[in-house]
């Protein structure tokens, strides 16, 4: 029930929308975080199904839960990347659509963790604050990603957003009763920082994306 996340009713509602509309191979995918390093029972399975997931929506669709880090692929190289050669998942690579579906909460480090941190979050390596933040950084993977593997379309679940000062750590539940979906992560970003009340370009990513390339005209 923590707010920190998306909703698992609301994806399981989205999976059924997708179902209406042809799309009858829905998975839900995510990567093993930093705590899968050192704490027990961190694997995805298992965080997907505490978290409420249960393979089967209210309209009988099942659908299968997918960990980011196995069966990888290589990511190819760009001019001035910094991802290529790096590991990726075969099935968030190769998927014909990609959602990113992100929570609405703050974020001590850049203001807010909306889309974009979601995006880096499908990269399979477990310290990714270490491997996507301090070591490559962080606006560099997400260019590489935006432009290799990016999602076709973002959704920000603001129906109950977190925020504070460690919205990404600590549970303080705000009722914002809110949805934000845009064909492009930025944009949506963009929207969902604004409704925080933020500047966001507080978001060093954001910030060295938006001067590079701005946002879409629509």
């Known amino acids: ?120 979050g499908a990269l399979p390596l477990r310290d990714k604050t270490y491997h996507y933040r301090h070591r490559l950084p962080a606006a560099d993977v997400a260019r590489d990603l935006l432009a290799l593997a990016p999602v076709h379309f973002a959704l920000i679940d603001a129906y109950e957003s977190n925020h504070g000062a460690a919205g990404s750590r600590r549970i303080n539940p705000l009722p914002t009763r809110t949805l934000i979906a845009s064909r492009d992560l930025l944009l949506a970003d963009w929207v969902g920082a604004l409704k925080m009340g933020l500047d966001p370009y507080v978001s060093r990513p954001h910030a060295a994306l938006l001067r590079a390339g701005g946002l879409p005209r629509a």
């Not at 997708?18 to 705590?35: E, F």
């Not at 839960?65 to 991802?83: A, M, Q, T």
């Not at 992100?102 to 807010?112: I, L, N, P, Q, V």
């Open 1 to 120: 029930e923590s707010p920190a996340g998306t909703d698992p009713r609301l994806v399981e509602h989205l999976i059924d929308l997708l179902h209406d509309h042809g799309y009858t191979a829905v998975a839900v995918a995510d990567a093993p975080g930093r705590a899968d390093l050192w704490a027990e029972n961190r694997e995805v399975p298992v965080l997907a199904d505490l978290a409420g997931y249960r393979y089967v929506t209210d309209a009988g669709r099942a659908y299968d839960v997918l960990d980011l880090s196995e069966d990888l692929v290589d990511l190819p190289s760009r001019p001035g990347g910094v991802l290529g050669g790096s590991p990726i998942a075969r099935a968030w690579r190769e998927a014909d659509v990609r959602i990113g579906f992100a929570s609405s909460k703050t974020d001590e480090e850049e203001g807010y963790a909306l889309g974009l941190q979601n995006l880096i």
